[in-house]
């Protein structure tokens, strides 16, 4: 904040599109550097700022940094886009209304998603970034061929997750990165383990509740390891996605339908 007001008391007649307080709010996690040459740009273009062009410039940022273990999605579809599963449609909204209010209390710390691929994990988490207006970072494997390099990688994705807060964190095949002790594989070198201590240490972190929910979707939660599905890491809190009966099965193809048509409205086609 203290960044944008500096500049704009040099260009006071520009008018960037907000507020100097709602572009900080926004743009949190950029570097002072990249938010004033940001500014800058829309000083000198008179093209004012959005929060769309912002969310690019983060995850370009993110990308620079980090490569291909971190991308941010903004949500365009809700729960509308779940084929039945009231249940899991509920436990979204609810959450996704605690996170909105910031109300840690009514957060649990941290869920997982347990179900086959293609059941809906991934768009569970959507709808609950979707209705809570909170971004979604979605997690790939840090680990990298070079000595050093997929400690250094966790670390500054977990270090950029805090900057970017509030903020969901959706980590696909959870198992693979914390996997039970005694399924290392061979040449792993201490790696899983230091992996899994960065996780755990944000994870745990009461002090991040409400402002870092993370999700951790598997098919295989028999190989997470049980540091991360005790208490005060995940709280027990195991959304199960199995096999939709008859009945819900056919409420898919209206969900399939809507997020196709929130894709086509998204890319300006009819």
């Known amino acids: 904040q203290e960044t944008i007001k500096a500049i704009i008391q040099k260009f006071p007649q520009t008018d960037l599109g907000m507020a100097a307080n709602d572009l900080a709010r926004i743009s949190n996690g950029l570097s002072r550097r990249t938010l004033k040459q940001l500014t800058q740009e829309a000083i000198f273009t008179g093209k004012k700022l959005d929060a769309d062009l912002v969310f690019r410039r983060k995850n370009e940022h993110l990308k620079a940094k980090a490569g291909d273990i971190g991308s941010l999605f903004r949500s365009i579809w809700g729960t509308d886009a779940i084929g039945g599963m009231e249940h899991n449609q509920e436990f979204a909204l609810n959450i996704a209304s605690a996170m909105a209010r910031g109300d840690t209390f009514g957060l649990p710390q941290n869920a997982i998603f347990v179900g086959p691929k293609g059941t809906g994990k991934t768009v569970l988490a959507q709808a609950i970034s979707y209705h809570s207006g909170t971004d979604l970072l979605i997690m790939g494997n840090p680990r990298n061929m070079?000595?050093?390099e997929s400690e250094r990688r966790i670390r500054y994705i977990m270090k950029v997750a805090k900057s970017y807060a509030p903020l969901i964190i959706f980590i696909d095949e959870f198992h693979l990165f914390v996997l039970r002790q005694g399924t290392y594989f061979s040449g792993d070198s201490g790696?899983?383990?230091?992996?899994?201590?960065e996780l755990l240490e944000v994870m745990s972190d009461t002090d991040l509740r409400g402002q870092l929910f993370f999700i951790a979707a598997t098919n295989h939660p028999e190989l997470v390891d049980d540091a991360f599905i005790r208490p005060g890491r995940i709280d027990d809190v195991r959304v199960f996605l199995p096999p939709s009966s008859d009945e819900e099965r056919a409420k898919i193809v209206p969900a399939i339908l809507h997020k196709l048509s929130r894709q086509a409205e998204a890319?300006?086609?009819?």
Do not use: D, T
Not at 191 to 197: A, G, L, N, R
């Open 191 to 197: 790696v899983s383990e230091h992996i899994q201590k």
């Open 267 to 270: 890319r300006g086609e009819e």
């Open 146 to 148: 070079f000595v050093g």
